[in-house]
């Protein structure tokens, strides 16, 4: 992966934990959010692993479909 490309996934996924509202619900705390992380990839190596990527990506894309709904909402309200 080129550095400009890096550094734009670094970027979304610095965005999706923000999304899910975990910076402000740690108020900021590196070593909490860092801590969270692990505690999921934990979840990840269980025997489970399908089932809980089943479930995070089902509730993942019901959040980006509702915001997709909102901005088309707010582009014709708009118009």
């Known amino acids: 992966m080129q550095r400009r490309e890096r550094t734009h996934h670094l970027i979304e996924l610095g965005g999706l934990v923000t999304k899910a509202g ?3 619900l740690t108020d900021d ?3 909490a959010l ?3 992380l692990l505690e ?3 979840q990840l190596q269980d025997a489970g692993r399908a089932d ?3 479930r995070w990506r089902h509730r993942g894309r019901h959040v980006f479909e509702a915001d997709a709904q ?3 909402a ?3 309200a708009a118009t």
């Open 22 to 24: 975990l910076v402000d």
């Open 29 to 31: 705390d590196r070593a």
């Open 34 to 36: 860092l801590g969270g």
């Open 40 to 42: 999921l990839a934990d």
């Open 52 to 54: 809980v990527l089943a």
């Open 70 to 72: 909102n901005d088309r």
């Open 74 to 76: 707010e582009h014709e």
